[in-house]
């Protein structure tokens, strides 16, 4: 897979896309703008990107390039002013609020910053809320806290865990409901050095073991090391790729 | 550094919370400063319409009428500053439309100095006008009558057409009743009718001639010149000023709706300062990084106080505003509502600015006070533990507890542990509401209560009408009398003034002398025994007043017979307030009226009381099913004002309740974005949001009930002191209406809560730190 600079040709629609393309994501033109202090200020302009099915694709940049914007317009958060955005065959500028929740629901796992466990509900409990709104069986929350060598902190609070812990247990659950993407917002950002290594090696792992499409928004380059892929993003443009093309395992 | 600069802009960026802020700081102690204006406004235009119509300080009536002449000079010397002297006579009203009533029929001097008319319509009395006449309107507006309308009248055992020339309100019957004795009043019972003196002296065949002395007198009317000024005169009743029905029954109301102001006040001015507390408390919490930098930077703490506590000082200050502007409204609304409940004239809004003022200042103090405390903790903190913000909030639960939440679906699993996370909150949410539901249950509750007290005392009885005799007869000629009319059962009894001593109490009380056996009035004895030969029963209130109980030695004392000394034998529920009751004989010989009965109780259709009317021997007929009917229309009026304070209540209530939710969505938004942010659409978050807020709703409907019981009891017994005797009788739908309004409010707070959560804006919400 290729992830080219703008300006790109325009995507086909509809599911198809996948198939005949092999794109996990295709956004084309894609500009994102917010208002602040009664001005429009822009966040993204004119981005375009592929990125494959099963591809480990780091975005790279400095705060408030746009990265997470990115990330935000790809998980079906938020919404771009104009361009087309279509992941696994969703077409996300199109769809309506309802078609959003049911795609973040099935299609996408998030990872935060801050995990963005829910304080109240234990590490299986919280797994088991990624899986059960997907409509994915119950039964499949354990096995992947298992995976992520959290089998013992099941009955656990958040509050008990380590920030390690904490991030692991949110893996768990953007991945328990088995979805093709998977999105993380500086997932190691909080972290210190040896738990963040950890997470990644787990996050890459997983990609590897089980072939679901990773994007990692991160300012850190160490991060970097571990994609596929490396997208620079600067002032709200792709500057620059690197890394191999096509399916990362 | 410019503080207020900052704290505006702060202000500014909470927008809907800082109005929901405004809103909950204002409305509890508008609420109950406007219940106090009302209070103030009521009485301010009682005494004002008083004043203005000069009701006289002391009023002798008599029963048998004397030359105008002598009464004046009676007056005269006694140093009376004003007098006027009226004939007032008994009979019937036959209006028009709507069964016959009482009537009294004042010839007055319709340029009189004292009991003046207040017109209202029409024209006033005109001396070359005799049966041109002027009906007090609380009469005309339940008989329907208009100016111009005829209106038939029974007196002396004639007939004679009047003609209605004004409605008038007097401040001698700004609450008219057929049975004084009865405190409640029965509106429209008893048709007060003014004729020029000169006019119903020649329809009575009585020229010149008066039987009621009407005097202001120098010190008010207090003293011991009251019985010299009577002395010798064949006295019925010697009414001074704070005596006089409708002056009585005002005050007593009044003050039994001045317990209600703080009852509301106080409740509502708790759980705002709650809430209030809590909201400020994240208010200055929110700023904590803001304020350990100015540590860090070298602010004192003083300055950092100050910069804490001076967005709250904005929505005091917007708070004081909302406070002044509910205070307004609900005066308003109060005041209005129960004067035309109770029959007042139109309320005089006095808007006085003492009441306006200190609503204002207490809501801009509890504001700064709200926020000093949290502020001042703040500032004691190092810079660097400042600046970090605010520690996640830490959650575990005891693993039975951990079990018993985790049944149910997500929502039901988040809702119910976020409830125990934030147990200071819940607590303060669901007391809140609970305080707010019961205030409006024990409203209902208490009126209930009445309705129920006036069907107890009236079920008992066995009499249909009463007849006041026009003069006292021999108890034998009352029933003949009773018989004459067709009635099926009659009992005479002796009635008269008296007044009651015990040590450093006195009271007046109306003397009932019943016969050995009472088959028609019958005695409620909730202590001791009935009459008996040297054993007085007393009502509840007189028992209370006198400060006695039974066994206790009373003297009393009549116009006819020194003081005896008498054993308190009994004591009765009654729904008239001053009544003392002994054997027929005895009270006769205390009354001077010794086998003599001044009035009937009897039994039969409604053609014995037609007959009875018609009798020159009877002064007024009463229906005990219209007395039960005015008087639970008078507390159906009086529900009005309670449905208005239940509706401020539920008002206030939904507030803090829409208040409460948007403050713990607010700490929450960041755990909904991360909701959303995993596919959990709209349905789900109404379910969470639901789940929470029915259960804390629940929860203060269960307790919204002991609640109601404890608020109505203290006012049910200010209401037994002021009106009679009072028990509790909740009834189910007492609380149907608060906690189904309560509920159904709550059903809009989370529609409301949902949507404002759906709105927001994921990304932004989803990077907040305060998630665990």
């Not at chain 2, 005392?457 to 029933?479: E, H, I, K, M, V």
């Not at chain 2, 969470?688 to 804390?696: F, H, I, N, Y």
Request: glycine content about 10%; charged content about 15%; some cysteine.
């Amino acid at each position: 897979m290729t992830g080219r600079l703008s300006p790109a040709p325009e995507p086909a629609s509809g599911s198809a896309e996948t198939a005949d393309t092999g794109h996990m994501v295709r956004v084309r033109h894609a500009r994102k703008s917010y208002r602040a202090g009664g001005q429009a200020q822009v966040v993204l302009d004119d981005v375009s990107l592929d990125i494959g099915e099963g591809e480990f694709v780091v975005v790279l940049g400095p705060s408030g390039c746009g990265k997470t914007t990115l990330l935000n317009l790809l998980g079906g958060l938020d919404r771009a002013d104009s361009g087309s955005i279509l992941v696994g065959g969703h077409d996300l500028a199109q769809a309506s609020p309802a078609e959003l929740t049911a795609y973040r629901a099935r299609s996408v796992g998030f990872i935060f910053q801050f995990y963005n466990l829910l304080p109240t509900l234990t590490a299986l409990e919280n797994v088991e809320a990624g899986v059960t709104i997907a409509g994915v069986g119950r039964e499949h929350a354990r096995p992947m806290l298992e995976r992520v060598g959290l089998a013992a902190a099941a009955g656990k609070f958040p509050s008990q865990l380590s920030g390690g812990e904490q991030q692991r247990v949110a893996i768990a659950r953007a991945l328990a409901k088995g979805p093709r993407l998977v999105l993380a917002d500086e997932p190691t950002g909080n972290l210190d050095q040896a738990r963040a290594a950890g997470v990644l090696d787990l996050m890459r792992g997983l990609n590897e073991q089980i072939g679901t499409t990773f994007v990692v928004v991160s300012h850190d380059p160490s991060v970097a090391a571990r994609g596929t892929r490396v997208v620079r993003v600067t002032d709200g443009r792709i500057v620059a790729e690197a890394g191999q093309s096509g399916a990362g395992r | 550094m410019r503080y207020w600069r900052k704290a505006w802009r702060d202000v500014r960026a909470m927008r809907s919370r800082a109005v929901l802020l405004l809103l909950v700081i204002g409305a509890g102690i508008g609420t109950a400063a406007g219940i106090a204006l009302a209070l103030h406004d009521v009485r301010a235009t009682r005494d004002g319409f008083y004043r203005d119509y000069r009701l006289a300080d002391l009023d002798i009536r008599l029963s048998a009428a004397v030359p105008a002449g002598e009464l004046f000079a009676r007056a005269s010397a006694a140093r009376a500053t004003r007098a006027t002297a009226r004939l007032i006579l008994d009979g019937g009203a036959l209006p028009p439309s709507g069964g016959p009533a009482a009537a009294e029929l004042v010839g007055m001097d319709p340029a009189a100095p004292l009991d003046q008319l207040a017109m209202l319509r029409g024209r006033p009395l005109a001396p070359g006008d005799p049966s041109g006449a002027v009906v007090v309107s609380e009469y005309a507006s339940h008989a329907r009558l208009r100016t111009g309308d005829p209106l038939r009248v029974s007196v002396a055992g004639r007939v004679l057409t009047l003609h209605v020339r004004g409605i008038a309100r007097s401040p001698e019957y700004l609450l008219a009743t057929a049975n004084p004795a009865y405190l409640i009043p029965q509106p429209g019972s008893l048709a007060v009718i003014f004729l020029p003196r000169a006019g119903l002296q020649a329809l009575a065949g009585l020229p010149g001639q008066v039987n009621d002395l009407a005097v202001d007198l120098p010190g008010g009317g207090a003293g011991a010149g009251n019985r010299q000024l009577a002395s010798g005169l064949p006295v019925t009743a010697i009414t001074p000023r704070d005596q006089q029905f409708s002056y009585r029954f005002t005050n007593a109301d009044i003050r039994s709706f001045a317990l209600f102001a703080p009852v509301l006040g106080g409740v509502f001015a708790a759980v705002g300062f709650l809430l209030l507390a809590l909201s400020l408390r994240r208010l200055v919490h929110a700023q904590r990084r803001e304020l350990g930098a100015l540590l860090a930077l070298g602010y004192p703490r003083r300055a950092v106080i100050i910069t804490a506590v001076l967005p709250a000082a904005f929505l005091g200050a917007g708070g004081a505003v909302v406070a002044a502007a509910a205070a307004v409204g609900v005066a308003q609304l109060v005041a209005t509502e129960y004067a035309a409940a109770v029959g007042f004239p139109a309320i005089t809004h006095t808007y006085d600015p003492v009441f306006l003022l200190e609503a204002a200042g207490a809501a801009l103090v509890t504001a700064l006070l709200a926020a000093l405390i949290p502020a001042v903790s703040l500032a004691r903190l190092r810079p660097s533990a400042a600046m970090r913000g605010d520690a996640p909030p830490a959650f575990t639960l005891p693993a039975a507890l951990r079990r018993i939440t985790a049944r149910g679906g997500l929502p039901l699993v988040y809702a119910s542990r976020t409830l125990l996370r934030r147990p200071v909150p819940t607590a303060a949410t669901s007391l809140s509401l609970a305080a707010a539901i019961g205030l409006g249950a024990a409203l209902a509750v208490l009126s209930t209560s009445v309705s129920h007290a006036i069907d107890a005392t009236f079920t008992g009885q066995a009499w249909s009408y009463t007849a006041d005799l026009a003069r006292p007869l021999p108890t034998g000629q009352a029933r003949l009398l009773a018989a004459g009319a067709g009635a099926l059962a009659a009992e005479p009894v002796t009635q008269g003034p008296a007044q009651l001593a015990a040590t450093g109490h006195r009271a007046d009380a109306q003397l009932t002398g019943l016969s050995a056996a009472t088959p028609l009035q019958r005695l409620r004895i909730v202590a001791g025994q009935p009459p008996a030969p040297g054993r007085i029963v007393l009502s509840e209130q007189l028992a209370s007043q006198l400060a006695v109980s039974t066994g206790d030695t009373i003297t009393i004392t009549t116009s006819r017979a020194s003081r005896q000394k008498l054993t308190v034998g009994g004591i009765a529920r009654t729904l008239a307030s001053q009544q003392a009751f002994l054997p027929q004989p005895q009270a006769g010989t205390l009354l001077g009226l010794s086998g003599q009965a001044t009035s009937l109780y009897v039994t039969g259709d409604a053609s014995v009381a037609s007959r009875l009317r018609a009798s020159p021997a009877v002064a007024r007929v009463t229906s005990k099913a219209a007395a039960l009917t005015s008087m639970h229309q008078l507390v159906s009026e009086l529900t009005g004002l309670i449905t208005i304070l239940l509706a401020i209540s539920l008002g206030v209530g939904a507030l803090f309740l829409v208040s409460s939710l948007a403050l713990s969505y607010l700490d929450r938004e960041g755990e909904f974005a991360t909701l959303r942010a995993l596919g959990y659409g709209p349905g789900h978050v109404t379910g969470v949001v639901a789940s929470e807020s029915l259960t804390q709703t629940l929860v203060a409907a269960a307790l919204s009930i002991p609640a109601a019981i404890l608020i109505a009891w203290p006012l049910a017994q200010r209401i037994g002191s002021a009106w009679f005797q009072i028990s509790l009788a909740p009834v189910p739908g007492d609380f149907a209406l608060a906690i189904g309004g309560a509920i159904g409010l709550a059903m809009l707070a989370i529609a409301h809560a949902t949507r404002q959560i759906m709105r927001a804006s994921i990304p932004a919400a989803v990077r907040s730190r305060l998630i665990g």
